[in-house]
């Protein structure tokens, strides 16, 4: 089998190519690199080990532990995840049930003549809860592959719940865009110095850190570069390579992530192009994501940790407009 790309597997797996390199970074695939070519590539193994992820991923199986299962092969270790798993599953079929009991109840005591709302204060409803049972649930032993992508297609869709609609100030920030192998920690590691070294957090401690694919991967090499702003006081000094910019602000749809979750940018992309009273506000072109954004969360507490620990979070941003 020959070498693919980091774009064709990008494609074939509809994963992000920051996902792949992420999940490089973490340890969990590994990449080859080809004589005379800078860019990533990946081997039958690989696709293999990725294929596993992404079955363990759907089962809401956390990246630490996928991480663990697959590089030790501890089968103990596997067992326990799984039935912690299933226990999670368990607690949340349970109260999904119970929920639909107390609304299915609801509906028939409302189906009574002259029945009125007030019900809600009364201690009966206490009983109704207490005298709840949990319907068995009968599962198929024959699932198939798609029938695991088709359930989580329907469990991972984003509600009203999960996105927030949050103005962004206009502002102006310090940039610096790089392209090439890796191109987030490289620029990372440029602004985090500019930061420390300038003592932008005590000027500016509300400062927020911005950044997105710049360009974009736009051909089957996946040439890929990244772009970070922090936000900055007016007049404040901006040392090359790093350059000042004005950003728009504006209104933008959030839906906050651990770090690594790349690949619900599609769910938010999704919850956008179902919503009734918003849609997608084009803020830039193509090279530079139509102004999609990640801010990374508690940025200010964390860049100046030597080890940052883990459970960073990102917000990621797709600007809106009222319909």
């Not at 869709?157 to 392209?179: C, F, G, H």
């Not at 710049?214 to 051909?219: E, G, K, R």
Request: hydrophobic share 35%; glycine share 4%; aromatic share 10%.
């Amino acid at each position: 089998m020959e070498l693919q790309t980091i774009s064709q597997v990008s494609k074939q797996f509809r994963i992000s190519t920051r996902t792949l390199r992420y999940y490089e970074q973490i340890g969990l695939i590994q990449s080859t690199m080809k004589e005379d070519y800078s860019y990533r590539t990946y081997d039958e193994g690989t696709l293999l080990r990725l294929k596993q992820i992404i079955v363990l991923r759907k089962l809401r199986i956390p990246l630490k532990s996928i991480a663990e299962i697959l590089l030790t092969e501890n089968m103990a270790f596997a067992i326990e995840v799984f039935q912690q798993n299933l226990n999670e599953i368990g607690d949340e079929i349970t109260a999904l049930t119970t929920i639909k009991s107390v609304i299915q109840s609801f509906i028939e005591r409302l189906n009574i003549k002259n029945a009125k709302l007030q019900f809600l204060d009364d201690e009966s409803l206490l009983e109704i809860v207490d005298s709840l049972t949990t319907s068995k649930i009968n599962f198929k032993e024959d699932k198939t592959m798609d029938d695991l992508i088709k359930a989580d297609e329907k469990l991972n869709k984003l509600t009203d719940r999960d996105v927030r609609i949050v103005y962004l100030p206009p502002s102006n920030v310090a940039a610096y865009q790089y392209e090439g192998d890796d191109p987030e920690m490289y620029v990372n590691k440029v602004m985090d110095a500019f930061v420390r070294e300038s003592n932008l957090t005590a000027i500016k401690p509300d400062l927020r850190h911005y950044g997105f694919n710049s360009p974009s991967p736009v051909d089957e090499t996946g040439r890929h570069g990244y772009e970070m702003w922090v936000t900055i006081p007016d007049g404040f000094p901006v040392p090359e390579p790093i350059v000042e910019k004005h950003f728009e602000g504006g209104l933008y749809a959030a839906h906050m992530i651990p770090f690594g979750a790349f690949e619900e940018w599609e769910l938010l992309n999704q919850w956008i192009g179902d919503n009734s009273k918003y849609e997608f506000r084009s803020s830039g072109d193509y090279r530079n994501m139509f102004g999609l954004l990640e801010e990374h969360l508690n940025y200010v507490n964390r860049v100046h940790l030597a080890e940052p620990e883990e459970g960073a979070q990102l917000d990621l941003l797709v600007p809106v407009k009222e319909k």
